[in-house]
């Protein structure tokens, strides 16, 4: 059997709903009513998310509240264990949900239910890289609360139990002076990596080649810490025609994450940076090799006559992407098939425990066919060695 007993799974792409006293318990009191706090519904509402079909709340949920707005805990967020007939988008209490949605000691089981080692988890209410703070009207609550999020994922949610999970932290992007001192700070209390939009420009800040990143990027490689994009990190999806499906949206969002590594790839980024590490989470890793073989097509017929950031006429964009990527999945056996093609150093497993996409409890048993025909060694490779070097594990 190539997942042999001995082989710990190491999972780099986890999200975690975050307990209903995060803020109130780390902000000051001054600014409960504006921070992140739970309320519950006393009458049905309907919530308008910006979507096509507006979200009805009955009477009895709760919504997380923040400046004026107020954000659900959807369904789909924590459904592990669920029967794929049963879900939804509704909105969640946490007493519905799995204890180790939210709870760090309780998730010590369900990780052992799944064979899963170690886990990353990302956050949810601030958006995957901290989206909802970058859209807060007051930055200096926001700064706080990115403060309070990370205290949080350091020093109660790791610290349950330090050998199984990998902190990953927000940072006030807004402000490039003040994410530089958080990833120093985060560093100094064992953080092992940054949840970054895989495209900033998106979420209205400063695109990747604008050199406003040039001192986040140096203190990311001076602490050794990747910069981890998890899709939809800057609200990019695909366009899919009105009244079309769930499963057409989720089809499709994965390979989102080709527009950033096209950006970055095919920039001086990595000349500047020549540490830094950028993984992408949940975007599965089969269209990779297309990405980098068309991206060296583009490179070599663009890269003399281009408008936008010069091109390094002697590295292509795939050696960038060898050297400086890493990709992520859960459930890819056609990109296992062609790991070669990637780098079988630069792949990454994950459990993406506890949403919908998630296979547990049976992750471990659904990998070990996946990697049915696969050396034994290269399993081991993916599924723990990649992430124990890159987040020093």
């Given amino acids: 059997m190539p997942l042999t007993p001995d082989i710990a799974m190491v999972s780099v792409d986890d999200h975690l709903c975050e307990p209903p006293t995060v803020w109130t318990d780390r902000l000051p009191a001054r600014h409960h009513e504006r921070g992140p706090h739970v309320i519950e519904?006393?009458?049905?509402?309907?919530l308008d998310m910006g979507l096509s079909n507006p979200m009805a709340i009955p009477a009895g949920s709760q919504l997380w509240k923040y400046e004026d707005q107020l954000v659900p805990t959807v369904g789909l967020a924590a459904t592990a264990g669920t029967d794929p007939a049963h879900l939804s988008a509704d909105p969640l209490r946490f007493d519905d949900m799995r204890r180790g949605a939210w709870d760090p000691v309780a998730r010590l089981a369900d990780m052992d239910a799944d064979g899963v080692a170690v886990q990353a988890p990302f956050p949810t209410l601030p958006g995957f890289a901290g989206?909802?703070?970058i859209d807060g009207k007051d930055k200096d609550l926001a700064q706080l609360c990115v403060l309070a999020y990370n205290d949080f994922i350091l020093d109660e949610w790791c610290s349950a139990a330090p050998e199984r999970y990998i902190g990953l932290i927000i940072l006030p992007l807004w402000d490039a002076a003040a994410s530089v001192g958080e990833i120093e700070r985060c560093a100094a209390k064992g953080a092992r990596g940054i949840s970054f939009p895989d495209n900033p420009a998106a979420v209205g800040l400063e695109a990747f080649h604008s050199g406003t990143w040039h001192r986040v990027f140096s203190a990311a490689e001076e602490a050794d810490l990747p910069l981890c994009m998890h899709f939809g990190s800057s609200r990019i999806g695909p366009y899919v025609s009105p009244g079309a499906n769930q499963a057409v949206l989720t089809s499709l969002f994965g390979i989102t994450l080709f527009g950033s590594m096209a950006e970055l790839a095919l920039s001086t980024t990595f000349d500047d940076h020549p540490a830094l590490k950028v993984v992408y989470a949940e975007g599965g890793i089969g269209w990779i090799p297309y990405a980098m073989m068309r991206l060296d097509q583009a490179w070599t017929t663009y890269r003399r006559a281009t408008e936008g950031p010069?091109?390094?006429?002697?590295?292509p964009p795939s050696e960038r992407i060898r050297r400086h990527m890493w990709g992520c999945f859960i459930d890819d056996p056609l990109g296992v098939a062609t790991r070669e093609a990637i780098g079988t150093d630069r792949l990454l497993w994950e459990s993406?425990?506890?949403?919908?996409?998630?296979?547990w409890p049976h992750s471990r048993t659904n990998a070990e066919k996946v990697f049915a025909d696969v050396p034994t060694d290269d399993v081991r490779t993916i599924v723990e060695l990649n992430a124990r070097r890159l987040f020093r594990i």
């Fill in 131 to 133: 989206n909802k703070f």
């Fill in 41 to 46: 519904v006393a009458e049905d509402m309907v």
């Fill in 352 to 359: 993406d425990y506890p949403h919908a996409d998630s296979l």
């Fill in 310 to 315: 010069p091109l390094n006429p002697d590295v």
